[in-house]
């Protein structure tokens, strides 16, 4: 799917997360996660940048950073960081990427106008999004590197108390990433993203709360 011209202007600026463990119904806190996104611009491209640290002795420190065309949102690099290193290098040409990892590079193929998956989130605040659309993309994961189809489902509108106690009517949001289904809940007026949930094993979830 070609997004260019189909969104609206991102926001830029930081944003905060805490991030919960939820077991047979229970939550527990085990970190956070700090987010910015700038837009850079070049003499002939404007560079969409979203960098993300998670801070968690739970599941691990990690910062992933993606760079990417401002317009169309094709991907451009990759970067991914594990307790301060780099273990995942992807750089992004039209139909090829190059990842690397340690000292082991591979070139793989990918579909024309594919999106990397680290930018479905930014997706979700720029595009005019609609209860009962759905919307169909070619993904790609540079951790995987792997292709991964996606579609996006808005549900339904739902009425959500954020972490600070404050009641916002929220967008309900399916996203299939192959067989894994994640959902969020994205603020329609202001256009972000307050909570994301998705199932990582049988009766265990991670959920990340504004």
Same mark, same amino acid.
């Given at each position: 799917?070609?997004?260019?011209?189909?969104?609206? +202007?991102?926001?830029?600026?930081?944003?905060?997360?805490?991030?919960?463990?939820?077991?047979?119904?229970? $939550?527990?806190?085990?970190?956070?996660?700090?987010?910015?996104?700038?837009?850079?611009?070049?003499?002939?491209?404007?560079?969409?940048?979203?960098?993300?640290?998670?801070?968690?002795?739970? /599941?691990?420190?990690?910062?992933?950073?993606?760079?990417?065309? $401002?317009?169309?949102? $094709? +991907?451009?690099? #990759?970067?991914?960081?594990?307790?301060?290193v780099q273990t995942v290098? $992807?750089?992004?040409?039209?139909?090829? %990427?190059?990842?690397?990892?340690?000292? *082991?590079?591979?070139?793989? +193929?990918?579909?024309?106008?594919?999106?990397?998956? #680290?930018?479905?989130?930014?997706?979700?605040?720029?595009? +005019?999004?609609?209860?009962?659309?759905?919307?169909?993309?070619?993904? #790609?994961?540079?951790?995987?590197?792997? *292709? %991964?189809? /996606?579609?996006?489902?808005?549900?339904?509108?739902e009425l959500l108390t954020?972490?600070?106690?404050?009641?916002?009517?929220?967008?309900?949001?399916? /996203?299939?990433?192959?067989?894994?289904?994640?959902?969020?809940?994205?603020?329609?007026?202001?256009?972000?993203?307050?909570?994301?949930?998705?199932?990582?094993?049988?009766?265990?979830?991670?959920? #990340?709360?504004?």
């Amino acid at each position: 799917m070609n997004v260019k011209g189909m969104t609206y +202007p991102l926001i830029e600026g930081q944003d905060e997360k805490q991030v919960y463990w939820i077991e047979k119904g229970e $939550a527990v806190q085990i970190g956070q996660t700090y987010e910015t996104i700038w837009l850079e611009k070049t003499s002939h491209q404007s560079i969409l940048v979203r960098e993300q640290e998670l801070v968690s002795e739970k /599941i691990g420190n990690r910062t992933i950073r993606l760079t990417m065309d $401002a317009e169309s949102y $094709a +991907p451009l690099e #990759f970067v991914e960081y594990q307790e301060g290193v780099q273990t995942v290098h $992807a750089l992004y040409r039209t139909d090829e %990427v190059v990842i690397t990892r340690g000292n *082991e590079q591979s070139v793989l +193929p990918i579909r024309t106008k594919s999106v990397d998956l #680290f930018s479905i989130e930014l997706l979700l605040r720029s595009l +005019p999004l609609t209860v009962d659309s759905t919307l169909s993309f070619n993904g #790609f994961s540079a951790v995987s590197g792997r *292709e %991964v189809p /996606i579609q996006v489902h808005p549900l339904r509108h739902e009425l959500l108390t954020t972490e600070s106690g404050e009641h916002v009517e929220t967008l309900y949001v399916q /996203i299939t990433f192959g067989e894994r289904i994640q959902y969020y809940w994205i603020d329609p007026v202001k256009r972000e993203l307050l909570k994301q949930s998705s199932q990582i094993a049988d009766g265990v979830s991670l959920e #990340f709360r504004r």
